[in-house]
């Protein structure tokens, strides 16, 4: 039996919820994100013998970790489960971010094993493998980072069980101005702090806006994304977790940002921006701010990623 | 002076929720609504002197009228307020009945005042005169039904404050079968019995579906507009409501609706089908039902009304 020769894939960073989409939401970046060489291994079946840049408390036994699970799905899914292959995983994001780090990891996990065994499933197949190794780190199986890791641009998901996701269009032009600052949340703990329910009003209001929001990608109206990019249900429920949250939206929309809000669960937070000036200049005065009061940060300038996870 | 022609007015009735779009979306038909005839009258500002097909209860006098309180807002807006000039209304539509009907005359008032003196204020700029007229009938200022009467086509409410109104394009072929059981609930009973918290996880999916519903319209997909044309939040409360809503609903779905729910507060009830056929097919099959069960009703079949209210 010849050899497969090795790839590498690549799968961004991904913003969940954008304000207006609690768990329905989601939109990739480029630049940060995972890679995972893929080479035949020397064992039957899958082995992780690398994970790189610190991430050394990540697991490599295949069945505890995100890539590996999404990997073994998609492999007894070809019918490959046998066949030696081996991982080297190469994180160039933080964890526990609000950057999808873990969708990241899956997406790649399924996407190499998918390329290196010469694309047998479609991207949209791959979906459901890569949501099982999210499932792995989140506890809960959705795909809102999934999806727009795995199929790029501006993804909905209608539904989680059935895999219905809808790619919208991303407005040309469109810039992310992604901030991370050094600071720790956990998922669990901004998932903990929000109410289980939402007030008929504020419901009205998050619908309207999420409409609109919708709309306004379709009809490419940056005004109308600018309108409606407000969240008035998760967002005042978890600035709280988030050091001068206030202070660093007034600095971004003073700074012509469409839009502000948290990145997924946070501490990560994310503006809109009509152009990469724009973007450059929110990026620069929240994190002038944040060294002011003494919390380190890393900015990502970025254009929607419309591409989403690839081979290279 | 030379005596002003006399005009005529349409204004459509409207299917407001649209199931996914509690307060926010709206549509409007062709057929039922109401006619105004406006004519130069004999005594300084607006006179109502007739209302026909026995809407004796309504009241003549504009102050207290929903098409009045509209056309004496639009007269004072273009400095007309003492003109003479009076109103004949015909209404086409039964009254409480979840069609829009307030809407349609609030909608018409404007309309025909601004016809009637050529056209002084575009439509959008009538927007806030005819949801004064709203108003008057229903206490709260929104534009659910009063948009989709005016303007024509699905519209989609970000905010009622900022008559903030986004007009969403149509499917073509797309048909309503509106049905209106001959049964009384009263709007502000069918509000009342809403709860004012909404589950989160209903919350996430209804999101899901408005998010997906809108999407589909751009889409022209009519596969995803049956997938997301599901309300998990207010038809199951006001459901107990309309005596055998599930069975009228199954009766929809087994005749190819693409979705059926109830429009606005109810009791009418409307299904959004593929073609005319579909449509009067469960037009049919609802009546019969609803005759068996001692209920008489009238049904509507209409495509899509994309003009709104119109000069004719």
Known sequence: MDK?????????????????GYDILGFAIFGPGDDIKVSQGTEPGLTISMIHNGYNKLPKDPLKNTAGVAALSVMEAIGKSDFPVNFEIIKNMPFASGMGSSAASA?????????????PLTKMELLPHAMKGEQVADGAYHADNVAPSLLGGITLIRSNEEHDVIKLPSPEGLYC??????????????????????????????????????????????????RSLQDVVIEP???????????????ALSNKALGFSISGAGPSLFALCRNSL??????????????????KSTVYISKINNEGAIKY
């Open 4 to 20: 497969i020769p090795g790839i590498k894939v690549y799968a961004p960073a991904t913003v969940a919820n954008v304000a207006v």
């Open 107 to 119: 997406v790649a996990g399924a996407m190499g094993i998918n390329e290196f065994f010469g694309n």
């Open 237 to 251: 429920q978890r600035a709280k977790l988030i050091p001068h949250f206030y202070d660093l939206k007034e600095i």
């Open 278 to 295: 724009d973007a450059e200049n929110v990026g620069k005065g929240i994190k002038a701010f944040l060294k002011e009061n003494n919390i």
């Open 177 to 226: 101005c992604l901030i991370h600052p050094n600071i720790k949340i956990l998922t669990a703990d901004s998932r903990e702090i929000l109410s289980d329910k939402v007030d008929l009003n504020s419901f009205i209001k998050q619908t309207g806006n999420l409409g609109a929001f919708v709309a306004s990608l379709y009809r490419l109206d940056l005004d109308l994304l600018e």
